[in-house]
């Protein structure tokens, strides 16, 4: 997947803001294969298991049965086709979780060898926001961070300004 490049500032981002929210005591389900960020919490102390690679559009069954007092999800829900049935199926409290926004001046993403490595959703961080309150989560807090790019040209440019990341550090709704 970083055969070719390392998203470094988008980890050091990441894991600052996953330290300022969750302490290293909280067990973490992490939606996804593990990958090398997974590896990188596990290394700052963090007790970590992840999913499976089962389809999360339609197989909710580890959030269900986990015991983990967090989730996180980076830059995962953009793959899914309905990310709100699996959102609204967590059962933990607390939830962080990160997304590359729409970028007006660029097309979304899609590989052209890996079926599961295409965006189905680019979304707006407002798009994001009602997506979390709709399935039941409060934002607690949120960031967002640009990834420029060493080339020349008019997007790159707009890279180096425009941000491409947003994450929220969210806890399930109280219902009444």
């Known amino acids: 997947m970083y055969e070719r490049t390392f998203p470094n500032k988008r980890f050091k981002h990441t ?3 996953l330290q300022k929210h969750i302490s290293t005591d909280q067990s973490i389900l992490d939606l996804g294969v593990e990958n090398p960020f997974s590896k990188i919490m596990k290394e700052n102390g963090y007790q970590v298991e992840n ?3 089962e389809d999360l559009d339609l197989d909710f069954s580890a959030v269900l049965t986990t015991e983990a007092e967090v989730v996180t999800a980076f830059e995962i829900f953009e793959h899914l086709l309905a990310p709100f ?3 609204s199926q967590i059962k933990s409290d607390k939830l962080v979780a990160s997304i590359p926004l729409r970028l007006w001046f660029s097309s979304a ?3 052209k060898t890996d079926p599961w490595d295409r965006h189905f959703h ?3 961080d407002w798009q994001f ?3 979390l309150e709709k399935a039941g989560w409060e934002i607690k807090d949120r960031a967002k961070w ?7 040209g008019i997007r790159p440019l707009l890279r180096s300004f425009t941000p ?3 994450m929220v550090y969210a806890e399930r709704k109280i219902q009444p």
């Open 122 to 124: 680019e979304f707006e």
């Open 109 to 111: 993403y899609k590989s």
């Open 129 to 131: 926001d009602w997506l």
């Open 51 to 53: 999913t499976q690679g």
């Open 146 to 152: 640009t990834n420029p790019v060493k080339k020349i």
């Open 164 to 166: 491409r990341y947003y």
């Open 85 to 87: 049935n699996v959102l």
């Open 15 to 17: 894991l600052e803001f």
